[in-house]
């Protein structure tokens, strides 16, 4: 599905605001002032600044520079994205002598991904996973939780009902994940200046870079960190960890001992492919010692390897350990029938390898109350208002648009530009970097302060593009 143009703005809270870091999306396109509608420039002449008014925070545009009367307020979106076609789509028309031809920076799917690839694998962030859902929260994860800026605002306060404290599973996964970013932004730079040129990185640019992903990092931890609060306070939600570890007993049961164990589904799916028909119903309906000690019997002359796998079926085991060590004879079996039939069951020998090697074994949490979320609305009746509003209407409340998206952006001397919500940056889709409207100063100062009021964030001047990626 095509979306219609939005605005994409991440407000930021300081890391040394009393509640600590935390992120906003803002959708400004109908929030803040008119400094949401200000055009991107590669060379601009303003810049966004985090400022407190009135015990708030607000972004604030200064400029950088003589501004000429009459002169278009502009400033650098620095919106990020890891979408080829994405970037190609969004064309910057400044024309500056240093116009980088689009307003999206364009970084790849795999740039800045070394250290990640390499110390935070899939393996690695399952074992972290793990690690929260068994380990307490020690003093050194509550350490690094305050270094970073997450406080009450992304951990939530127990004083407060619709941002209730997160458990502290949560919060211990917050501050292993950190750990790791501590890490990358120490590698990060190295393996950046071992690029082979062209894309070698000087020392200072290669600084730049891993403080840049840092910040990114800690964003997308926020962004997570809302995501399980969201699921976390539904009504009647289960709030213990997603992930237990098994006990001795439930790992033997899993591989030897239970009738849906690993080893007895093998050798059943064996003798499937090996016995003739008859003989395989009477393995497959087998259930007991008893059971599986007859079939053993029965087939002792004519398929004496797989008999054996069966008599050993009949066996009970003690604890993980002795599961383990069973399980890698039946390895040892499965690739001794495999040479006498002529093949088909090395590869089921080097999945049991798998488990029989494996000596961590969780499950996952099941008391998950599954919800569904209210549509998210995205105001298309607004923004497809050009010509579908009442005219009289937008005339009386002294607002003129423009019917379509080249009119100019506002200019020196307009007014002062700045917006709780749209200073930020934005990023559009689907069309040019110009402006879809144009601001009326015969609107009244009572609606102005209105749409300021209403915009107004808790943020800092740092933006991301549509795949949200903050950064320059």
Known sequence: MDLPDFYNIALERPKDDPDGYDILFVDAAFMGSFASRMSHSCTPNCQAVVVSSGGRLTVALYTIRHVAAGEELTFDYSCVTESEDEFKQAYCMCSTRHCRGSFLYYTGSKAYMQVLEEKHTFLDRQALLLRCCTEPLSD????????????????????????????????????????????????????????????????????????????????????????????????????????????????AEYLWNGDRSVARRAVKAAAAQILEQEDSESVQAASTAAEYQAAAQHLQYSYPLLAALLTQMAQTVTGAAAAREELQRVVTQLRDIDIVVGGGHTRAADVLQLYASTQVWFTANKDYISFSSPPLQLHEEMITMHGGLDAAADTRKGVRRSNSGTGPGPTAGSGAASSGAGAGGRHRRGGDSSDDDEYDPDVSSEDEEAVRRRGAGRGRGRWGGAAGRGGA
């Open 140 to 251: 050194a994860d509550k350490a690094r939780l305050e270094a970073a800026g997450l406080r009450g605002s992304v951990l939530g306060r127990p004083d407060i009902e619709c941002n209730p404290e997160t458990p502290d599973w949560l919060k211990k996964w917050a501050a292993l994940t950190l750990q790791f970013v501590d890490l990358e932004r120490q590698l990060l730079p190295g393996e950046l200046q071992a690029l082979p040129p062209p894309l070698t990185q000087a020392p200072a640019d290669s600084v730049a870079a891993a403080v840049g992903v840092e910040l990114n990092r800690l964003q997308n931890i926020c962004i997570s960190l809302d995501k399980a609060k969201h699921c976390l306070n539904q009504p009647g939600q289960c709030r213990d960890p997603p992930l237990a570890l098994l006990t001795d007993e439930e790992v």
